[in-house]
């Protein structure tokens, strides 16, 4: 009966909603018109509410060798790094050039690209990395979710190079087994790494410390002019495509499968520069798409934004969440523009993260054209996080003094939404100290379990609304300031009760909410909130 009375909900949304929800409908993309299997050959032009620089294709000279004219052996059985290796060495001190890795069964540990090398994995090859740690040696320098340490780095990894990619259709295979595969790490990576501690002594190798950091799949750093393109990554160890300090990147047409491999994040963007992100799917066992910037102290002392990034025409089949931004937020996540995805049987669909600790923030984020089917939320902001993870900061009070490890969420701008959502409609749970702000929310055509919850947000805009809400809470803000809502239409069952929190509740218009066509709303007050900070229809 509750299947069938949700069902009855959605046709009832679909029916009030009328020629206005099947245009926005009609324009929202779909899952054959986005992902990896949609890519045209030809990058299109990028139109961001931002200035950015177009992005092209690094360009290699035509020299092309093969890593079987290197001794590179068939079949997934001898290690044959050495030889890719030399293949990738000789081509960049030539000057550069494409190394194929042909169609078969290759296995490896850690590759270094080179300067003005294109690593090109052929249709029908299998590059399967190896799980012993020796193959991984020695620690190189890398960013291990968000602290910089000296550790395993990443599978194809990259350090200070120009003009590199790895391209092809062929697969690459994260370590089937050992110890590369296990987490030694079952703590927060600050509770390890201590920001007092030099970089250069920050060693974690498992040998000179027994802590070390899974390598991720494919990880250039500090690297300008970056290409990854058209490759499948099959169970990687722990992060995927994760580019860390870089300028101009382009990820494209890239298919990820990494579901249940803990902490198997999709695409991080982390601390770069002038990136697209176009045409990709993932199935994940955490957040598909992401953009991080460094977490805590560290973080703060690094300072690199994410900055000028597009994620445009993606699928997220499977994950934690379609799109999330942090909760590495230290230096700076801002001018994020995402359009035009879907983010089909996640988690959560937009997903906004930080905690009191992480410091910096997120701002100028732009996100539209999105269809979801999400089991939780579907629009979220976290920025508290749970004990834990960071004990009693995940507590709202009491409220903490701003510092520079004060995080922060503003200027941010959702449009075009709709499908279907476990939970909430929106989830936002912001600090009392750094509410989220100047937030605008419009054109959201939801079914859902619940729906709107806000605590601690300010100057919030929720524009043309039309959502059918089962169960309760209905509508409920806490010590919430400057909410102005513009033609909300509400379909529930339920009784038209919005609940009001906290003394610093003030400036809530919801004059233009209609809940099933007509029916009064009844404000509940509760915990020292005043009734008359609600203006509703036709009274005060």
């Known amino acids: 009966m509750k299947a069938l009375f949700g ?63 290197h001794g590179a052996v068939q079949g997934g059985i001898e290690v044959t790094t050495g030889a890719i290796q030399k293949a990738i060495d000789s081509i960049s001190d030539s000057g550069g050039g494409t190394v194929v890795i042909p169609q078969g069964k290759w296995l490896t540990g850690r590759l270094h690209l ?69 987490i030694v790490l079952h703590t927060v990576s600050d509770s390890i790494v ?31 002019n970056v290409l990854i393109e058209g490759v499948r990554i099959v169970n990687g160890a722990f992060w995927n495509v994760v580019p860390v300090y870089c300028e101009n990147v382009i990820v494209r047409g890239v298919r990820i499968e990494s579901e249940g491999v803990p902490n198997g994040d999709g695409v991080n963007i982390e601390s770069c ?9 993932v199935r994940t066992g ?34 934690h969440g379609g799109i999330t931004f942090g909760s590495e937020t230290a230096g700076q996540i801002r001018d994020v523009y995402v359009h035009d995805c879907v983010f089909d049987n996640n988690n959560m669909g937009i997903r906004f993260k930080t905690r009191r600790p992480r410091g910096g923030g997120g701002e100028r984020l732009v996100i539209e054209n999105i269809r979801i089917d999400v089991s939780r939320n579907a629009i979220e902001w976290d920025m508290l996080g749970r004990p834990e993870w960071v004990g009693e900061l995940a507590a709202r009070y009491p409220v903490r003094p701003v510092t520079p490890l004060t995080p922060f969420y503003r200027h941010i701008r959702i449009k075009n939404v709709a499908g279907r959502s476990g939970r909430h409609v ?83 218009d919801l004059s233009e909410v209609q809940i099933n066509g007509g029916r009064d709303i009844e ?9 008359g900070a609600v203006k509703l229809r036709g009274k005060r």
């Open 7 to 69: 069902f009855c909900l959605a046709v009832s949304i679909l029916s009030s909603c009328g020629r206005r929800s099947e245009t926005m409908d009609n324009r929202l993309p779909t899952a054959d018109g986005v992902g990896a299997a949609a890519m045209p050959r030809e990058i299109a032009p990028i139109n961001a509410p931002f200035e950015m620089p177009p992005l092209e294709r690094p360009r290699f000279p035509a020299k092309v060798t093969n890593i079987l004219d």
């Open 114 to 182: 080179k300067s003005n090398v294109n690593l090109e994995i052929s249709g029908g090859a299998e590059l399967h990395f190896s799980g012993a740690m020796e193959d991984y040696l020695p620690a190189v320098f890398c960013r291990a979710e968000g602290l910089e340490v000296i550790s395993l780095g990443a599978l194809i990894y990259a350090h200070k190079q120009q003009n590199i990619a790895v391209t092809g259709s062929g697969t690459i295979y994260g370590p089937k087994d050992g110890p590369v595969r296990e």
């Open 194 to 224: 201590s920001h007092t501690t030099p970089v250069h002594e920050r060693i974690y190798d498992g040998i000179e410390h027994p802590v070390y950091f899974r390598p991720y799949s494919i990880s250039p750093i500090e690297c300008v």
């Open 273 to 281: 520069r002038n990136v697209l992100v176009e045409y990709c799917t």
């Open 286 to 319: 955490d957040d598909c798409y992401c953009c991080k910037a460094g977490r805590n102290q560290d973080g703060v002392r690094v300072s690199r934004p994410v900055e000028k990034a597009v994620f445009r025409y993606l699928l997220a089949e499977r994950g």
């Open 426 to 508: 929106v989830k936002m749970e912001g600090l009392p100290e750094s509410t989220a702000r100047d937030v605008v929310i419009e054109n959201v055509h939801l079914h859902a379990k619940h729906g709107i919850s806000l605590t601690d947000g300010e100057g919030i805009q929720l524009k043309n609304i039309s959502v059918s809400i089962e169960d309760e809470p209905l509508f409920e803000i806490r010590d919430c300031r400057d909410l102005q809502v513009e033609n909300m239409n509400i379909d529930t069952p339920l009784d038209a009760v919005f609940t009001l929190y906290g003394e610093r509740c003030g400036g809530i």
């Open 523 to 531: 404000i509940v007050v509760r915990e020292g909130a005043d009734r």
